[in-house]
């Protein structure tokens, strides 16, 4: 059912040494070279990168500060929570690993998330089975095969995006997705309770790809937008995003639980500042979600440019959430096998589809929460989950959970959400605006780049790209442990 994939240099995972300091010399450890997927040499900033101070732990912030270490670059990473990883959090539930951020590597072949973990020796896995759905429509209290759904979504996805091409040809004004996707319905969509499906599917694959609403996502950038190669399952890391970022973070110096308030620049520096705390360098790199930086928790001195600003209050920033169940044994594997990769689709119709996932690897199911779904949700994770299964099973679980972890990205004072996106009206290029840097100070994350925004791999080619705007190279290296 399952094929494990391993890197030429084996299994060896090395957990992250936080907070200690290794000098270029001291890095016994394989190096390779990275790009941002470019050769091209960023902008350059003023000055030469004598210290640098980075802010957030997450894949972007790790990724720089990895390559400039491995540069001889003198290097601290501040990080608001007391763990590394960001909005990539591996968890344990009931002993079973799961991860409550990102879990997939999308769209795999030609990733540079790919390339880590090759050259990082962590295994992964493919699920062969994950693009066989089978679903159950609440509302008409009916249980799908995976013939009736085989290939629905993308049978309304391509003739939209033929829309969407054909209007920005013409010259006419960005949509909402839904309003292309109803229009279509409108005019070709099949009758009843089979449109109302395509577009609950239809909001789900937009909003699980774009964390924010149906009816505010741009249909020019999310539907014409190129991706790398891979299935709709992708590869999955063994031990979860963790066996990822444990190498990339082992032997920097890392601080923890210091939540960021101001970062000011000087005339030949910058200096971020916390509660009782500070950091001075040559240049800083802010990895801070987008979230964070609409909301004004962190101060800029002088302030960011008003155009730079402008953006930032504009470009959209919306949740995607995660619900995970723990029990004793997959009872369903043998009852209802459909129901490792399964489509729900609630009664309300306004209410985006809900998929369920098992990775076969232990007995948890995982619900994967839209926007416009992830309200009911946050009231009780726990009997919302239950409920659902049980709607779908129409009786009660045949065993009670064991244990369940939940998310509230949009809550999160260090987060504020999940990941970014375009808003109708607006333009993709906004994103890559905000991976320029202001002076001294530069930005990397998720959402400072058109062409992978709200991947990890985005983030970590953003990472990438700062090394190289700070070391004026067309590649930098990374290291990873051995062991």
Known sequence: MYSVGLSPHGQAVARAIVGRRHAVGVFDVPARAFDDGSTEIPTP??????????????????????????????????????????????????????DLGGAWIHHPEGNVLSDWVEHA?????????????????????????????????????????????????????????????????????????????????MAAMVEQDGAGPFDAISARWALTEDMFVG????????????????????????????????????????????????????????????????????????PLPPQRQAIIDRTGFGTLEKVVLAFDEPFWRDRDPG????????????????????????????????????????????????EQLEAVYGEPLPIAPTAFASTDWLGDRYARGAYAHVCFGERASDLDALGEPVDRICFAGEYTGSERAGYADGAMSSGLREAKRLLQQAAVRLVAPVG
């Open 45 to 98: 900033v003023p000055g030469e990168p004598g210290r640098v101070v980075v802010v957030g732990a997450g894949i972007a912030g790790l990724t720089v500060a990895n390559a400039l270490t491995a540069a001889g670059v003198d290097c601290v990473v501040v990080e608001a929570r007391d763990r590394i990883g960001g909005r990539l959090h591996t968890v344990e539930v009931d002993g079973h690993v799961a």
């Open 339 to 386: 129901l490792q990769h399964s489509v729900i689709y609630p009664a309300d119709r306004r209410e985006p589809a809900i998929w369920t996932w098992d990775f076969g690897l232990s007995p948890t199911l995982m619900f994967l929460v839209a926007h416009g779904a992830a309200s009911s949700m946050r009231r009780d994770p726990l009997a919302w989950a239950v």
């Open 231 to 302: 299935d709709v399952v992708d590869h999955v890391p063994v031990g979860g995003y963790r066996s990822i970022l444990s190498p990339l973070a082992a032997g920097l110096a890392i601080r923890l639980g210091l939540a960021v308030r101001r970062i000011e620049q000087t005339g030949d520096g910058v200096r971020v500042v916390g509660d009782g705390w500070s950091e001075s360098g040559t240049h800083a790199v802010v990895t801070a979600p987008l979230g964070v930086l609409k909301s004004g928790a962190v101060e800029f001195v002088p």
């Open 121 to 201: 020796a962590v295994p992964w896995i493919v699920d062969p089975t994950g693009t066989r759905f089978t679903g159950a429509d609440l509302g008409e209290g009916r249980r799908l095969g995976p013939e009736e759904l085989a290939g629905v979504g993308y049978a309304v996805f391509e003739p939209v995006a033929r829309r969407v091409r054909a209007d920005l040809a013409a010259g006419r004004p960005d949509r909402s997705v839904a309003e292309v996707v109803d229009e279509y319905l409108a005019e070709a969509g099949p009758p009843g309770a089979e449109r109302d499906r395509l577009r609950q599917l």
